[in-house]
């Protein structure tokens, strides 16, 4: 089944209050696609959990995601943001709760929350299987989530590879940012397993609604129920 798009209308109105010191890598290794992809998840969720009331926005950073749930969703809710990284925390773009923590290992108890999701950010993790069984722990309704994969395909593989190596710390450079900044992104995506790797791990701790992958496979984009007979 496919996402939920956004529209232009909600697009505009994101772009139009963005903040100007908006995660610049995000944009760049996703080709200039981050924002959409943000919004799109957070339709995505609400067509499977219509009215939630308590979100947890996991390896939230500066708070991104929560800040595009909040342009796309009206509702009456409250959204807990958790990063291991204080600064982020502190920088962080949206006044909700927050609360220091790895993805890994979160400080909440089973089922405490409606929606449980992130973006760009669990790549990073060693183990990704640990993370989604986190994630699908303290979720009672629904998960969504967007991250760096690898495709299957070599080809495919190899011209990623060059371009987040070669091309992508220097279109960044471009941009006003530092090259050095953008290496580690390359070093992320060749430890990564193939995304068939993370397709086993989501379905067997999530009944998924929602695979896609994005820009060259890159990405990947994934709504479901967690499965709770598998925590």
């Known amino acids: 089944m496919n996402s939920v798009k956004a529209t232009d209308a909600e697009l505009r109105e994101i772009y139009n209050n963005i903040p100007p010191a908006y995660d610049r890598a995000n944009r760049f290794i996703s080709f200039n696609q981050d924002v959409k992809w943000r919004a799109d998840l ?9 009215k939630p009331k308590i979100i947890l926005d996991v390896a939230s950073g500066k708070g991104e995601l929560s800040y595009v749930f909040k342009k796309v969703f009206k509702g009456n809710y409250e959204v807990i943001l958790t990063d291991y990284a204080e600064n982020m925390l502190k920088m962080a773009i949206v006044d909700d709760d927050k609360v220091l923590a790895s993805f890994d290992a979160l400080p909440f108890r089973d089922n405490a929350f409606d929606v449980v999701m992130s973006s760009f950010a669990l790549h990073a993790s060693d183990n ?3 993370v989604i069984k986190e994630i699908t722990r303290v979720s009672r309704k629904i998960v ?3 991250a760096m994969g690898k495709p299957d395909n070599p080809i495919k593989r190899i011209y990623l590879s060059l371009y987040l190596r070669f091309l992508m710390p220097y279109i960044a450079a471009l941009a006003g940012a530092k090259a050095r900044d953008f290496k580690y992104i390359y070093y992320i995506y060749r430890r990564l397993n193939a995304n068939s790797y993370f397709r086993s791990v989501f379905h067997k701790y999530i009944d998924v609604k929602v695979y896609e992958e994005k820009a060259l496979n890159l990405f990947y984009f994934v709504v479901g129920y967690p499965k709770k007979r598998n925590l």
């Open 42 to 50: 957070v339709k995505t969720i609400l067509k499977y959990c219509t």
């Open 144 to 146: 969504g989530f967007i």
């Open 128 to 130: 990704i299987e640990i």
